[in-house]
Structure formats: C-alpha cells, structure tokens
C-alpha cells in the first residue's frame, strides 16, 4: 500500500475518533438540555445504551491504563505512511489538536470517571423509555391494536383486515395459518 493510502486511513481513523468523542461529549449536552427542555428523542433507548456504552469503555480503558485502540490504530497507520506521529495532513492537524492534550495520567482518569458519573446520572434524572418488547411468535403487531379496538367497542375497524389475518366464524381474529385454539 503506498504511503498516500496509510495517510488516508489514518485521517479516517481520526475522523471516526473525533466523531465519537463529539457523540459523547454533545450526546451528554444534549440529554441534559433535552430533559429540562422536555424533549422526547433524548429518552430514546437505543441513543442512552450506546451513550452510556461509549463512555463507559472509555472509563474502564482509563482506569485500566489501555490506550485507546483507534489511538493506537492510527498511530500505526501513520508510522507506515512516514508520517512523525500525529503529523500529516491538514485534516489530521487541527483535528488532533482538539483530540489530545498534555498531562498526567491521572487527570484523564478523573475527568473521564466525572465525566461518566454525569452520564450515568443523566440516565436517572431523565430515564430512557423501555425498549419495546418482542412480539408473541405467530402474533402480528396489528392483531393487539385490533383487540384494543374492538375490546373499547370500534367494530369498524374490523372491516379493514391488515394483511395476513383471516376472520374465522365466530368473528374472532387470529393470524392466518394457526392451528389450534382461537384467542379469546
């Protein structure tokens, strides 16, 4: 691979750093304000677990003194480029520049250990909804919006069948193919 192509790589790598340490530090801004603003995608599941993850692997790498993969990554890349570690091209010297700092050890373990405190204190303060439980096998997801329906007494809806349901006899739904008893 030419030296152009591990200089490319190595940007990216530090692209794809920078990005994360954004997603951490804007993601923790973002659900403090959202939660006092009352904004409802801050409370999304998915976001808080991969927020919290994210924060949490950067905890245990500080505490366990590991240097960070996409830190050791690039720094590879850029050796076989022939670069001086962390020169390069203009993308990587203003990005670094945001990225790294000078001091002790110890400083990063306590602002990475506060930082993630917040975090996890933001997940109390402003808890994530629940994420949605799985569907009964065999149970299409129309089948318990037609049983809330017709169970406050909206028959009309039952008219308007959703693909893959077949109404048997006795006028109770159940999903196309099943055998055996009907629910009730």
């Not at 919290?52 to 690039?74: F, H, K, N, S, Y």
């Not at 204190?121 to 037609?146: C, D, M, N, T, V």
């Amino acid at each position: 691979m030419s030296t152009d192509a591990y200089r490319t790589l190595a940007d990216l790598v530090l692209i794809t750093h920078v990005s994360f340490v954004w997603f951490v530090v804007v993601g923790l801004l973002a659900i403090l304000c959202g939660g006092l603003a009352g904004w409802q995608w801050i409370r999304n599941p998915w976001f808080r677990t991969v927020h919290l993850a994210g924060i949490g692997l950067v905890v245990v790498q500080a505490w366990l003194g590991v240097i960070c993969p996409l830190t050791t990554l690039e720094m590879s890349l850029r050796e076989k480029a022939g670069d001086a570690t962390y020169g390069g091209t203009f993308i990587a010297h203003w990005l670094q520049k945001q990225l790294y700092y000078e001091a002790p050890s110890w400083v990063f373990i306590v602002c990475y250990t506060l930082f993630g405190l917040a975090v996890v204190a933001s997940w109390l303060k402003f808890r994530p909804r629940p994420f949605r439980q799985a569907q009964k096998p065999g149970s299409p997801p129309a089948l318990a919006a037609i049983v809330r329906f017709r169970s406050a007494g909206v028959d009309s809806i039952i008219d308007r069948q959703p693909p893959g349901l077949c109404r048997p006899a006795a006028g109770k739904f159940r999903p196309s193919g099943t055998i055996g008893k009907q629910p009730t």
